[in-house]
Protein backbone atom coordinates (compact mmCIF):
# COMPACT_ATOMS: atom_id res chain seq x y z
CA UNK A 1 0.00 0.00 0.00
CA UNK A 2 1.40 3.70 -1.56
CA UNK A 3 -0.38 6.90 -0.28
CA UNK A 4 0.65 9.81 -2.25
CA UNK A 5 0.05 13.42 -1.44
CA UNK A 6 0.92 16.41 -3.52
CA UNK A 7 1.52 19.92 -2.88
CA UNK A 8 3.05 22.53 -4.76
CA UNK A 9 -0.17 23.85 -6.78
CA UNK A 10 -1.49 27.15 -7.22
CA UNK A 11 -2.01 30.33 -9.42
CA UNK A 12 1.17 31.27 -11.19
CA UNK A 13 1.22 33.75 -14.63
CA UNK A 14 2.10 32.53 -18.32
CA UNK A 15 5.85 32.14 -18.62
CA UNK A 16 6.41 31.47 -14.76
CA UNK A 17 7.39 28.34 -13.05
CA UNK A 18 6.08 25.63 -10.56
CA UNK A 19 7.43 22.90 -8.85
CA UNK A 20 5.26 20.46 -7.83
CA UNK A 21 6.13 17.32 -5.05
CA UNK A 22 4.16 14.34 -4.54
CA UNK A 23 5.17 12.66 -0.77
CA UNK A 24 4.67 8.94 -0.57
CA UNK A 25 4.32 6.52 2.72
CA UNK A 26 5.78 3.55 3.10
CA UNK A 27 9.26 1.86 3.13
CA UNK A 28 8.96 0.69 -0.79
CA UNK A 29 8.74 3.77 -2.48
CA UNK A 30 11.71 2.70 -4.75
CA UNK A 31 9.76 -0.32 -6.03
CA UNK A 32 7.57 1.99 -7.88
CA UNK A 33 7.70 3.87 -11.69
CA UNK A 34 6.38 7.11 -11.01
CA UNK A 35 4.41 8.96 -12.99
CA UNK A 36 2.49 12.18 -13.46
CA UNK A 37 -0.93 13.03 -14.91
CA UNK A 38 -2.92 15.87 -15.59
CA UNK A 39 -6.65 16.66 -15.89
CA UNK A 40 -8.23 19.84 -17.23
CA UNK A 41 -12.31 20.00 -17.09
CA UNK A 42 -14.33 18.19 -19.10
CA UNK A 43 -10.88 16.37 -20.59
CA UNK A 44 -9.18 12.79 -19.72
CA UNK A 45 -6.07 12.43 -18.05
CA UNK A 46 -2.95 12.62 -19.94
CA UNK A 47 0.30 11.42 -19.04
CA UNK A 48 2.52 14.15 -18.62
CA UNK A 49 6.06 12.82 -17.39
CA UNK A 50 7.50 9.58 -15.53
CA UNK A 51 10.41 8.14 -14.22
CA UNK A 52 12.05 4.66 -13.32
CA UNK A 53 12.26 3.39 -10.30
CA UNK A 54 16.10 4.48 -9.69
CA UNK A 55 15.63 7.84 -11.52
CA UNK A 56 17.70 7.01 -14.08
CA UNK A 57 15.36 7.09 -17.40
CA UNK A 58 12.44 9.53 -17.53
CA UNK A 59 9.81 10.18 -20.26
CA UNK A 60 7.76 13.42 -20.94
CA UNK A 61 4.41 14.01 -22.83
CA UNK A 62 5.46 16.14 -26.21
CA UNK A 63 3.42 18.99 -24.92
CA UNK A 64 5.51 19.51 -22.07
CA UNK A 65 9.29 18.10 -23.30
CA UNK A 66 11.91 20.69 -22.70
CA UNK A 67 9.34 22.88 -20.48
CA UNK A 68 9.06 20.49 -17.26
CA UNK A 69 11.07 17.91 -15.46
CA UNK A 70 10.88 15.03 -13.30
CA UNK A 71 13.40 13.94 -10.85
CA UNK A 72 12.66 11.95 -7.51
CA UNK A 73 14.92 11.25 -4.27
CA UNK A 74 14.02 8.01 -2.70
CA UNK A 75 15.72 8.94 0.29
CA UNK A 76 12.56 11.46 1.01
CA UNK A 77 9.80 9.44 -0.28
CA UNK A 78 9.14 11.94 -2.98
CA UNK A 79 8.50 12.81 -6.53
CA UNK A 80 9.05 16.25 -8.14
CA UNK A 81 7.54 18.20 -10.93
CA UNK A 82 9.13 21.26 -12.52
CA UNK A 83 7.47 23.12 -14.60
CA UNK A 84 8.73 25.85 -16.60
CA UNK A 85 7.29 28.23 -19.22
CA UNK A 86 3.89 27.53 -18.72
CA UNK A 87 1.43 28.04 -20.75
CA UNK A 88 -3.00 28.88 -20.49
CA UNK A 89 -3.19 24.96 -21.70
CA UNK A 90 -1.23 23.48 -18.67
CA UNK A 91 -3.90 24.32 -16.46
CA UNK A 92 -5.30 21.17 -14.86
CA UNK A 93 -5.47 19.61 -11.38
CA UNK A 94 -1.74 17.32 -11.67
CA UNK A 95 -1.71 13.72 -10.05
CA UNK A 96 1.26 11.37 -9.13
CA UNK A 97 0.84 7.91 -9.36
CA UNK A 98 2.95 4.65 -8.88
CA UNK A 99 3.42 1.58 -10.80
CA UNK A 100 4.99 -1.45 -9.66
CA UNK A 101 5.03 -2.75 -13.57
CA UNK A 102 8.43 -3.92 -15.66
CA UNK A 103 8.69 -0.07 -17.18
CA UNK A 104 7.65 3.45 -16.85
CA UNK A 105 3.78 3.38 -18.10
CA UNK A 106 2.30 6.38 -20.21
CA UNK A 107 -1.49 4.43 -19.85
CA UNK A 108 -3.32 5.61 -16.47
CA UNK A 109 -5.05 2.58 -15.33
CA UNK A 110 -1.49 0.78 -15.52
CA UNK A 111 -0.93 2.79 -12.59
CA UNK A 112 -2.06 1.44 -9.01
CA UNK A 113 -1.83 4.13 -6.73
CA UNK A 114 -3.22 7.53 -6.94
CA UNK A 115 -2.39 11.21 -4.98
CA UNK A 116 -6.03 13.49 -4.35
CA UNK A 117 -4.02 15.99 -6.88
CA UNK A 118 -3.06 19.41 -6.90
CA UNK A 119 -4.84 22.56 -8.97
CA UNK A 120 -2.03 24.42 -10.93
CA UNK A 121 -3.62 27.41 -12.87
CA UNK A 122 -1.70 29.96 -15.63
CA UNK A 123 -3.39 33.28 -16.27
CA UNK A 124 -2.68 34.30 -19.54
Known amino acids: QVELVESGGGLVQAGGSVKLSCAAS????????MGWFRQAPGKERDFVAG????????FYADSVKGRFTISRDNAKNTVYLQMNSLKPEDTAVYYCAADSGLRVAVNPKRYEYWGQGTQVTVSS
Open 26 to 33: GRTFSSYH
Open 51 to 58: ISRSGGST
